[in-house]
């Protein structure tokens, strides 16, 4: 008998074997219930009972609870009370409300209660645990911080300096032009102006009229020094070569975020996702920094170029000016002495790689690459405990450049700290901790409270073994000895009484300054609440708007669209710069319809390059300019298109060239 083939068209199911009822009832419990149900229905219709409340209602129970007798009522301590007043702990007669009006009424009774339990519970929990961090954030960013709520009057803080070493050299202008155009005008009425003390002035000038010799010109006129603020890198990197080419035998600096990379650490609540700190620290631009503050404590002749990074925090100038110390030729110190306190700055000792910021001892000679020098180190040599001698030389070739009677030896970081102040500091941390940590647990923010405790522990283990540790600037409270709210010192506090500023490209600059503190806030408070920093990591902030207004010495705001907060300072006062010194001015602009655009331009570009020149175009999208220089190609003009997608240099220089360039 001949076998029935199998069917592989489709896959076979295994046999499976039905579960145990009760196995079934734990993993599907649903079905079970629906199950119980149609039962209980079925033996309802075999019994005849009705179903539901269709039954008879029970008849209702009345108990007389009367006492007549008052000596009775008294030794029972009922009151007196007359039977038809009802009173709470009266049991509700059939008489006055039947069961079927209380089985109707239940569930909206029922619904009531469970709204009234509904929102206690929210209560309690907005009260306690992660609800209360999440409540205390929201009042803190609606709010603001409460030490600033209200308050409009500031001091700012003026610290003493030390004399300076370097003084009296006068500014010297070193350039082939003269003011000329509307210039020289602009030059005397901003002079004027810084003689009578007025505060604010505006200087308005277009594009190409000279702002930036203008400025230098008040620079050498008034002899004061001056702190340029632009509103980012790129342009502070380009006032700073200007004024360095002005100014070549002035200190001219530069002072920006030192930071190539920068990952600020924050917590994001929604997704519960931390993100460390992470920062990539550009040492030429940290060598500028330490070059700037410390041209600002030892010279008169110092021009600053900053970005608006500079109302951040650093070092204060009184433990930045104590924690240096200088080497005098024939002075008595031992070298060991010497050592100790190169290595207090925190100087590190190298045996090697000679690099800004180290020293090495060979025998009787210490070597010192002093942190605000690219090119030069000193050469201390010592004959027993007598400085013999102090020479400055090239540490690439070791080359000597010349004899010095002292030098003053500056600290490697604008964080350093004296020993007495750090312990005194982690004093103070180790107290806010305790009050901070009692708070969270007070409220049942356990987890807030444990994630503190360990993190801070452990940055206070570091600085009692090191001195240092990660995320130290959110300590700076303790560290520069600040009350709580009290603005952070920073590069205002290094400028001299008599210094001038200039806020370039005002219009973006000055609203730059406002916002900076409120963005650094959110993120502050949302770290403070959730437990990764204590709540004084507030004061690791920049300037508000209103300290910086308060600290800013004389101002001259630059710019060619000046902003409204500038001119409200001026009452509406200008000083215009129009007119250009090489005399040009702008093209003339003439606006045509947009019907035939496309052959409209076709005959001025023919016109233009029959008289010899060239014609610029400018369209919207890149798909335009390919087109559109396929439809002038077609009609025999030589034509070229340039856009981001041309990102090779072979090629930009082959579209120019094809022009002559």
Not at 457 to 466: P, Q, V
Not at 500 to 519: A, C, K, N, W
């Amino acid at each position: 008998m001949a076998k029935t083939p199998k069917t592989t068209g489709k896959a076979s199911k295994p046999d499976l074997k039905p579960l145990d009822q009760h196995l079934a009832a734990l993993l599907n419990p649903a079905l079970t219930t629906e199950r119980q149900a149609k039962a209980s229905a079925r033996a309802g219709k075999l019994s005849g009972r009705s179903e539901g409340f269709g039954e008879a209602p029970q008849a209702g129970y009345t108990a007389d609870l009367s006492v007549n007798d008052p000596k009775l009522k008294a030794a029972l301590g009922l009151p007196d009370i007359a039977p038809d007043v009802p009173h709470r702990g009266d049991r509700i007669r059939d008489k006055d409300i039947s069961r079927e009006a209380m089985l109707k009424d239940a569930p909206r009774r029922v619904r009531q209660g469970n709204v009234k339990r509904d929102a206690e519970e929210e209560e309690e929990a907005t009260r306690l645990g992660s609800g209360a961090t999440a409540v205390a954030l929201k009042e803190l960013l609606e709010g603001g911080d409460p030490r600033f709520r209200g308050r409009t009057d500031w001091t700012p803080h003026r610290p003493e300096r030390p004399e300076k070493s370097e003084g009296g050299i006068s500014f010297e202008i070193v350039s082939e032009y003269k003011p000329a155009g509307d210039q020289p005008t602009a030059i005397k009425a901003l002079v004027d102006g810084i003689a009578e003390q007025e505060r604010d002035q505006v200087l308005l000038g277009v594009t190409g009229s000279g702002k930036t010799f203008t400025m230098a010109q008040i620079i050498a006129e008034t002899q004061r020094p001056a702190l340029i603020l632009a509103p980012n890198k790129t342009l502070a990197a380009q006032l700073y070569g200007e004024f360095k080419s002005f100014f070549p035998n002035n200190a001219v600096e530069y002072f920006v975020s030192y930071y190539d990379y920068y990952q600020p650490e924050a917590y994001v609540p929604r997704t519960d996702t931390f993100i460390e700190k992470e920062s990539t620290i550009n040492e030429q631009i940290d060598r500028m920094r330490h070059a700037a503050t410390r041209a600002l404590l030892e010279r008169d002749d110092v021009i600053i170029v900053a970005s608006v990074s500079c109302i951040y925090g650093i070092g204060s100038v009184e433990t930045y000016t104590a924690m240096t110390f200088a080497v005098k030729m024939g002075e008595s110190v031992s070298q060991r002495q010497l050592i100790a306190d190169l290595v207090a700055l925190q100087y590190k000792r190298s045996g090697g790689d000679f690099i800004r910021g180290s020293f090495r001892v060979r025998g009787d000679i210490i070597e010192v690459f002093p942190a605000h020098y690219e090119d030069r180190a000193w050469r201390i040599s010592m004959f027993g405990d007598e400085v013999e001698s102090i020479v400055e030389f090239d540490p690439l070739t070791g080359n000597k450049t010349a004899d010095l009677e002292a030098v003053k030896v500056y600290a490697n970081s604008h964080y350093v700290t004296p020993r007495p102040t750090l312990l005194q500091s982690i004093k103070g941390i180790k107290d806010e901790l305790k009050t901070r940590l009692d708070d969270l647990i007070r409220t049942g923010r356990l987890l807030e409270a444990q994630r503190l405790e360990q993190r801070t522990l452990f940055d206070l283990e570091m600085l009692e073994a090191t001195g240092v540790c990660q995320g130290i600037e959110n300590y700076s409270r303790y560290l520069t000895g600040r009350k709580p709210g009290e603005p952070p010192p920073t590069l205002f506090e290094y400028l001299p009484d008599n210094a001038l500023v200039f806020t370039d490209e005002s219009h973006v600059t000055v609203p730059q300054i406002g916002g900076m503190y409120r963005g650094d806030f959110r993120r502050k408070a949302t770290l403070a609440e959730y437990g990764f920093r204590l709540p004084s990591c507030l004061d690791n902030r920049p300037l508000r708007f209103e300290e910086w207004n308060a600290m800013r010495p004389q101002t001259v705001h630059v710019s060619a669209t000046p902003g409204e907060w500038e001119l409200e300072q001026t009452g509406g006062v200008f000083v215009e710069q129009v007119i250009r010194p090489t005399g040009l001015i702008d093209p003339e602009v003439i606006i045509r319809p947009a019907r035939a655009q496309v052959d409209d331009l076709l005959g001025e570009v023919r016109d233009v390059a029959a008289q010899g020149f060239r014609t610029l175009v400018t369209v919207l999208t890149k798909r335009m300019a390919e087109d559109l220089t396929e439809y002038l190609h077609e009609n025999g003009v030589r034509v070229r298109y340039m856009h981001s997608d041309i990102d090779t240099i072979e090629w930009r220089a082959r579209a120019l060239y094809a022009f002559g360039y």
